[in-house]
């Protein structure tokens, strides 16, 4: 199996700056054949279920807002926050669907 | 609206069975792989299964292969899965999730269920 490895467990941020998480993939999740990275970020807020932010490493579901951003390729990922909001309290996880889905252990991102 | 309405859940003592369902509304169920993934209190998501949308292909976590099945009821767009042999490590919140795509069955979930708590204790 795939190990999805996330940086930092825990970060706090203040109001409007940005929050960066990290993601790193035992094995490159770079599908050769369509150049896509099978990748996706969720946020999961406190008794709810996670909720789609990006996939294919860098596109943004609908309705999620342009400050939430993914890059990264191969086996290093990135998810970032600018300007965060109150709003944006929560756990991200990342998940690789290269294979068989694995997530990371998920970030806890708080207040400062 | 895409609705998923997971049911099921409940105390079964080590060794049990449940059966976990999940009622999908609002799209066309059998166009879409759906999944389950668990959560235990506090922790972190794991994938537990995966089928594809005809019901042909199956996909398991080693942790609960031979153990779980899952299977799927076009006709009446329900999702299930049969849990044999249960541990105390089983113990989680599981969801049921859909694949963001139809087609390929390994893709984002872009809907989730709220979730339908299985607890295994003596």
Known sequence: ?112 | EVQLLASGGNLVQPGGSLRLSCAASGFTFSSYAMNWVRQAAGKGLEWVSTISGGGSGTYYADSVKGRFTISRDNSKNTLYLQMNSLRAEDTALYFCAKNRDSGRWNLPFDYWGQGTLVTVSS
């Open chain 1, 1 to 112: 199996d795939i190990v999805v490895t996330q940086s930092p467990d825990s970060l706090a941020v203040s109001l409007g700056e940005t929050a960066t998480i990290n993601c790193k993939s035992s094995q490159s999740v770079l599908y050769s054949s369509n150049n896509k990275n099978y990748l996706t970020w969720y946020q999961q807020k406190p008794g709810q279920p996670p909720k789609l932010l990006i996939y294919w490493a860098s596109t943004r579901e609908s309705g999620v807002p342009d400050r939430f951003s993914g890059s990264g390729s191969g086996t290093d990922f990135t998810l970032t926050i600018s300007s965060l909001q109150a709003e944006d309290v929560a756990v991200y996880y990342c998940q690789q669907y290269y294979t068989t889905p694995t997530f990371g252990q998920g970030t806890k991102v708080e207040i400062k």
